[in-house]
């Protein structure tokens, strides 16, 4: 990895002039692959190295969590080792504003423990208090469901563009109170129409109620947050832009606190970032702006490309620098992506600002750029295969990762997957979506139907299908058949299988499935939703069955059910009836809303795969060789299609363009799509395949080429057939077999390695390798263990108490025992009965007891509470400590205290003391100095132990931290099976390793 004099050494001059500028407000105009991550996090370095400022004096705004995450790990590796950097303010917006609602939740009326609703859940919540809105007008527009969405949606328009509900209900006063009704629903709505076309009153009339209702739903709708302690996605921003608003001392507290502030992919923010970016302002720091207005392509999510095209009037004295250098694409790609996007002028920032934008590549390397039309689909797909059968004979070092197939549409993508497939390709199709439609996900999801309702055939049928019953096909066939021949449910007919002519054997497996659905029917009752999940996949072997051949595909389940995992994690500490009917009950709401569950596109360059990804999704992402395919009208570019949606009143939407109302909105949807196609043509490095069919099946008429090849003058050349042999008769004519013939095998997969390492993943790793790579590489789901849940109620509570002491609020016995009440509420999973969990409950009492009274004696002088600590070890290789609170004692030293949530013993474990210890080093890294003294408090008898660190056990601690991560870097996951070890271990059932205690 480079260090920081390497990174600019290596910078071209205006990349240099760029991150040299510290002293002004700066617009960076940063082309497709010019460097720009590398610009940003240089320049984050060159602030902190050259001591401009200090690490929590810097604010970076990334567009995505895996691009703060990226910047935050280069800016680590340029800085010296044992530098820590827990300070750093390096976050997506919205991960930002929630920091700052969570450090002054009280002043938005809201406890700290507040939760974040994802979309999903927003639905949720507004359907579940249906009955409390009233309506009536939205009503004759569509179903609930409908309405519901259209309604969630609203309401985000409306806070992306900072209107309150106290905004739009005086709007509405405003109408209701003006003499003229119809002059102000004219202006208001920007109409223009001849006196004859002029609506009626009683038309105005029923739009002024419509939207009466919607400004008495929006009201509604933040009271139901309210009181939920909720707020949703946009109120991140939202609450947090009003705080700073109407709270000066704030205001000024952060303006102090940040010198610099870097906004990333600043084309894709919307007016309420850029309008909490301003309100950051101080006239005495300086804001960076990086993006390139030619890769807007948010606009459908509020995203404002004007925000660009506006800072130069805004802040007119800002510094400009152009990077017009690529570091990616041969000069053919880069000459037809800007050929293609000249269309999109004059609303562009080359034209705005006189200043060129065509990318020169850096090593004028030739790419190839094709284009290919085709009869039919099957044409196309067969070309598809073609190519990258050709392209893997051509070149040597050729990998499955080097390719990428993008498409508009998740439906082309799907074509895609079916012929890679069909031909043995290795490919993955990457999809924020789709949880639910997951193999793994549906084996469980049907399961629980099952114990929900026997009767439920389709799940029974699937559940008997399971590979680990071994229930031979005829025989299934024969159970379905006789039930429905006798009109009677699966489940019924398998307690009949007797009297069937079943296989040898048949009988006994299906007697074990309808004990274990029998078994754990039974758990129904007093049993989590995640602890029968846990109990069917380790009672029917289905986790021993995946782990028995390791590869992408076990990994990828295992990821799945991990997803599903959390998701019912979530669910069952918010809800408070988290019972299985309940919890399918909202699966089955969220599936008729159309979601399929948030699945998140997590891409690993590691597994050696072709990668099929929506030109969205390509966003950030390079490849040696891409293929754009579906090329045609209403896909790409696709229709401009109203989404449905309940629309702003004109004169409330305060992100527009002066020049936008020369545009009808298919010129603008069209400008978009352009941008998209910008960015999809602009992945490419050496190949760039640019293919369309006009007949595509199920699809009466031909479709035509694409506009944006039309504008190119690519669509000109004879369509290409390959008649009888291409993909739609592979199977028909053995194709397939052809094609197989002529497939390498794809690359084993290469596992990254984690570049952090908490105390846990090092302890774990010391006592079994195996057992590290089963919790931390596989992450495989394990049971809720009650402890745990046990442990985080308690944390939370004496954070919550500390951080409203640090404060300066009002603190009491009464208040403490309310904020446990709090903690315990949301922390209820893992529990094997009610009476272990009151048993638990009276234990948590007595601990509050105890700290409380420890409170009163001592009134400790506490400065932080989880303290999140990160500095680095090596040059890939950071470590992480969090500490529950830190003290200042009377003579200005630092005191740790730490909590455990186990009895008391009078020898502190070697364990205990090694993260003791790395919590003095944490220290160290970010004080400068070992803390005076650690305070472990065993709580369940408040047994108190105050430890001094030395520096030979630091010493110690480093050679035995740098074994463990020698071993995690050779990739050793032996297992160390133990009496001990094995008793404990949440994996001893599905473990073909353990030893039996």
Excluded at 259 to 275: M, P
Excluded at 671 to 678: H, K
Aim: a negative charge; hydrophobic letters at 35%; aromatic letters at 12%.
């Amino acid at each position: 990895m480079q260090t920081y004099a390497e990174s600019l050494e290596n910078l071209n001059p205006e990349q240099r002039r760029a991150v040299e500028c510290v002293d002004k407000h700066l617009l960076i105009v940063a082309g497709a692959g010019t460097g720009k991550t590398q610009l940003v996090t240089t320049k984050i370095a060159h602030f902190l190295m050259n001591d401009l400022a200090r690490a929590n004096q810097i604010l970076a705004l990334a567009f995505n969590d895996d691009a703060a995450d990226e910047m935050e790990a280069r800016v680590m590796g340029y800085l010296p080792l044992s530098y820590a950097t827990d300070d750093f303010w390096i976050k997506t917006f919205h991960a930002f504003g929630e920091r700052i609602l969570r450090e002054n939740a009280f002043e938005v009326g809201l406890g700290n423990d507040f939760k974040v609703l994802n979309k999903t859940e927003q639905y949720l919540l507004v359907y579940r208090n249906w009955s409390r809105f009233k309506v009536r007008h939205i009503e004759k527009k569509g179903s609930t469901i409908t309405l519901v969405k259209a309604l969630v949606d609203f309401f985000q328009d409306c806070k992306r563009e900072l209107i309150t509900p106290e905004d739009y209900w005086q709007w509405t006063e405003d109408w209701r109170l003006n003499k003229d009704l119809a002059k102000f629903y004219k202006q208001n709505f920007n109409l223009n129409y001849d006196e004859d076309e002029a609506p009626t009153m009683s038309e105005i009339k029923e739009t002024y109620e419509d939207h009466r209702e919607r400004a008495e739903a929006y009201a509604l709708y933040q009271k139901i947050l309210l009181e939920n302690n909720a707020i949703d996605f946009s109120d991140m921003l939202f609450h947090a832009y009003f705080l700073l608003k109407d709270k000066p001392l704030i205001r000024r507290k952060y303006q102090e606190q940040f010198k610099y502030i870097i906004v990333d992919e600043f084309q894709d923010t919307d007016f309420l970032q850029y309008e909490l970016v301003k309100m950051l302002l101080s006239g005495k720091n300086h804001l960076t702006v990086v993006g390139d207005d030619d890769q807007s392509i948010y606009r459908f999510r509020g995203a404002s490309i004007y925000n660009i095209l506006q800072f130069k009037e805004d802040f007119p004295e800002a510094e400009e620098v152009f990077l017009t250098t690529n570091y990616r694409s041969g000069q053919e790609v880069l000459d037809l992506s800007y050929q293609s996007i000249q269309y999109n002028n004059p609303e562009r920032l080359e034209v705005k600002l006189n200043n060129s934008k065509r990318l020169l590549s850096k090593e004028k390397k030739h790419s190839n750029v094709e284009v290919a039309g085709f009869n039919t689909d099957a044409d196309e797909m067969e070309f598809l295969i073609k190519q990258i059968v050709q392209l893997s004979k051509e070149q040597e070092d050729f990998q499955w990762k080097d390719v990428a197939v993008l498409a508009r549409t998740h439906a082309a993508l799907d074509t895609a997957a079916k012929a890679l497939e069909e031909a043995g390709v290795p490919y993955c199709l990457y999809s924020a979506k789709g949880l639910y439609n997951k193999n793994a996900v549906l084996d469980v999801l049907n399961y629980l139907k099952l114990l929900d309702d026997y009767h439920e055939s389709t799940a029974m049928f699937r559940v008997l299908s399971l590979s680990i019953f071994d229930l031979p096909r005829e025989d299934i066939i024969k159970l379905n058949h006789y039930s429905k021949q006798n009109q009677i449910s699966l489940w019924e007919t398998c307690k009949q299988a007797a009297t069937l002519p079943l296989n040898d054997g048949s009988l006994e497996k299906i007697s074990k499935i309808l004990h274990l659905i029998e078994k754990h029917s039974a758990q129904v009752k007093d049993k989590s939703v995640g602890q029968i999940i846990l109990n069917f996949l380790t009672d029917s072997d289905y986790l021993k069955d995946l782990l028995r051949e390791e590869n992408e595909q076990t990994k990828e389940s295992l990821k799945h059910l991990q997803t599903l995992f959390e998701k019912i994690k979530k669910f069952e500490s918010s809800t408070l009836d988290a019972s299985l009917p309940v919890f399918i009950a909202n699966l089955q709401l969220e599936l008729d809303l159309g979601e399929s569950g948030d699945l998140g596109i997590d891409f690993d360059l590691g597994p050696d795969v072709v990668s099929l990804l929506t030109a969205h999704g390509s966003k950030g992402l390079e490849f040696k060789h891409v293929f754009v395919i579906n090329l045609v009208n209403d896909s790409f570019p696709g229709s401009n299609r109203d989404r449905g949606g309940l629309d702003l009143p004109d004169s409330l939407v305060k992100e527009k363009s002066k020049d936008e109302s020369h545009y009808t909105k298919k010129e603008l949807h069209l400008m978009e799509e352009r941008r998209l196609f910008y960015v999809a043509c602009t992945r490419a490095k050496e190949s760039l395949f640019l293919t369309y069919s006009i007949k595509q099946r199920n699809l009466k008429r031909d479709k035509k080429p694409s506009a944006f090849l039309s504008e190119l003058e690519l669509d000109k050349g004879d369509l290409q057939d390959f008649g009888k042999d291409s993909l739609s008769f592979w199977k028909t004519y053995g194709a397939a077999d052809r094609w197989m013939a002529e497939i390498k095998p794809g690359a084993e997969p290469v596992s990254a390695l984690p570049t952090r390492y908490s105390f846990s993943k090092l302890k774990t790793y010391s006592e079994c390798p195996y057992k590290y790579k089963l919790q931390h590489i596989l992450r495989v789901p394990t049971k809720p263990a009650a402890s745990l849940s046990f442990g985080q109620a308690i944390h939370q509570t004496f954070e919550a108490f500390c951080k409203t002491l640090m404060a300066g609020g009002q603190v009491s016995k009464k208040f403490l025992l309310s904020l446990f009440d709090k903690s315990w509420a949301a922390n209820g999973t893992g529990y094997e009965s009610p009476q272990q969990k009151e048993e638990y409950h009276e234990k948590g009492l007595q601990i509050m007891e105890m700290f409380w009274n420890d409170y009163e004696s001592n009134h400790p002088n506490v400065k932080e509470v989880e303290k999140q600590i990160n500095w680095k070890w090596s040059e890939k290789v950071a470590l992480e400590a969090r500490l529950d609170r830190l003290d200042v004692l009377p003579d200005g030293a630092w005191r740790v205290v730490d909590y455990k949530t186990g009895r008391g013993k009078q020898k502190i474990d070697d364990s205990y003391k090694k993260q003791l210890v790395l919590y003095a080093k944490a220290m160290q890294a970010q004080y400068g100095v070992l803390p005076a003294e650690i305070k472990l408090i065993y709580v369940e008898d408040w047994l108190v132990h105050n430890v001094k660190v030395t520096e030979k056990e630091i010493t110690s601690l480093d050679k035995w931290v740098q074994e463990i991560l020698d071993g995690i870097a050779e990739m050793d996951y032996s297992p160390n099976p133990s009496e001990f070890n094995c008793q404990y271990c949440p994996y001893r059932d599905i473990c073909e390793y353990k030893k039996d205690t």
